[in-house]
T-cell receptor
Framework: ETGVTQTPRHLVMGMTNKKSLKCEQH?????MYWYKQSAKKPLELMFV???????ENNSVPSRFSPECPNSSHLFLHLHTLQPEDSALYLC?????????????FGAGSRLTVL | DQQVKQNSPSLSVQEGRISILNCDYT??????FLWYKKYPAEGPTFLIS?????DKNEDGRFTVFLNKSAKHLSLHIVPSQPGDSAVYFC??????????????FGDGTTLTVKP
């Protein structure tokens, strides 16, 4: 266990479905992140939350809707996705105060949109 | 515009030899540079970091070198071991505010260490 748990690990959905990805950390970290990893592309930052307040939205389409009810939980709500949204979605957390801002990642949720 | 680049998609080395992974960046405002390692079906895990005010950081078999004038960093692994076979990501970190950082990643380099 990495300390960051993501569920589900695999998800297949149609373009009209609504689903959610869940991320949980009990490391005492204050910041949580969603990253997207597509084939042959670098990790792309999607959202940043600090103490459950969103501090960064990296021009992500509105069909991705994040929710952070507390510092330990992060959700990514998905609706009317496109096949090109198929990717590995990685959640990460950090105890960001000073220094290198080391991220602790979950194992990821592999999403396939049909 | 990709701010962090790893120009070698793959690298193969013999066990016991040195592995050198390279990374270039364009933004001189980055505060820290980090290397992460990723095994299949797992998330990336932190390996080593270096502050932008340093030029070298060493941790056991892993050493990171930073050349600010060239905007280039490298990760040296010596001696390389088969268990080091993984995808290595270079990342650069800058703070968006006092409590959350923003990390920009390279494409990754797949290292294969042959027994």
């Amino acid at each position: 266990e990495t300390g960051v748990t993501q569920t589900p690990r695999h998800l297949v959905m149609g373009m009209t479905n609504k689903k959610s990805l869940k991320c949980e950390q009990h490391l005492g970290h204050n910041a949580m992140y969603w990253y997207k990893q597509s084939a042959k592309k670098p990790l792309e930052l999607m959202f940043v939350y600090n103490f459950k307040e969103q501090t960064e939205n990296n021009s992500v389409p509105s069909r991705f809707s994040p929710e952070c009810p507390n510092s330990s939980h992060l959700f990514l709500h998905l609706h009317t996705l496109q096949p090109e949204d198929s990717a590995l979605y990685l959640c990460a957390s950090s105890k960001a105060s000073s220094g290198a801002n080391v991220l602790t990642f979950g194992a990821g949720s592999r999403l396939t949109v049909l | 515009d990709q701010q962090v680049k790893q120009n070698s998609p793959s690298l193969s080395v013999q066990e016991g030899r040195i592995s050198i992974l390279n990374c270039d960046y364009t933004n001189s405002m980055f505060d820290y540079f980090l290397w992460y390692k990723k095994y299949p079906a797992e998330g990336p895990t932190f390996l080593i970091s270096i502050s932008s005010i340093k030029d070298k950081n060493e941790d056991g078999r892993f050493t990171v070198f930073l050349n600010k004038s060239a905007k280039h960093l490298s990760l040296h692994i010596v001696p390389s071991q088969p268990g080091d076979s993984a995808v290595y990501f270079c990342a650069a970190s800058a703070y968006v505010n006092t409590n959350a950082g923003k990390s920009t990643f390279g494409d990754g380099t797949t290292l294969t260490v042959k027994p």
